[in-house]
């Protein structure tokens, strides 16, 4: 698997860039679509298999998680923010390290960064309120740890363009 890197251009579809800790990581699985699929007398039997065990990462299924808050580096935020993440390309992690992150958000149907590959699946925010992880299709997500080289090339780049 090619993992695409983000470009810096990306940060500029993020309505919130923050520094913060996220908590309450968990991936919601999408069982409405799998039950869909089950119903559907032509599923091969791999399919089936698949759609049958709760365990598999679907497409539909994403990661829900809290970002408690440290700094605001670009727009506003609350202390705590909501987060959704879809990401179709490579799945969702099952965990995520604890530490800071350096995190690029954008609210619920705004523009998705360009598509960094042939295609791409791009499915809508599954949760009105909550804020989705920025992500350009087919390629990483925003949300890097502080003391990372990108995270800090990101915030030199950031702290720059505001002089």
Request: glycine share 6%; with cysteine.
């Amino acid at each position: 698997m090619i993992r695409v890197a983000p470009t810096f251009e990306d940060v500029s579809y993020a309505d919130i860039v923050v520094i913060g800790r996220v908590e309450n990581y968990r991936i919601v699985r999408d069982q409405a679509w799998r039950d869909q699929m089950l119903s559907s007398p032509g599923l091969s039997a791999e399919e089936r298999e698949r759609y049958q065990d709760p365990e598999r990462q679907i497409l539909s299924d994403y990661a829900r998680f809290d970002v408690q808050v440290d700094e605001v580096v670009v727009g506003q935020a609350a202390e705590t923010l909501a987060v959704t993440w879809h990401n179709s390309t490579f799945g969702v992690p099952d965990q995520l390290p604890q530490g800071r992150y350096l995190i690029a958000l954008r609210r619920p149907g705004a523009p998705d960064p360009p598509l960094r590959g042939p295609s791409g699946t791009v499915f809508p925010a599954p949760d009105p309120d909550a804020l989705v992880l920025l992500q350009a299709p087919c390629s990483s997500p925003f949300l890097y740890q502080i003391g990372s080289d990108e995270a800090r090339t990101i915030l030199e780049i950031l702290e720059a363009e505001e002089k």
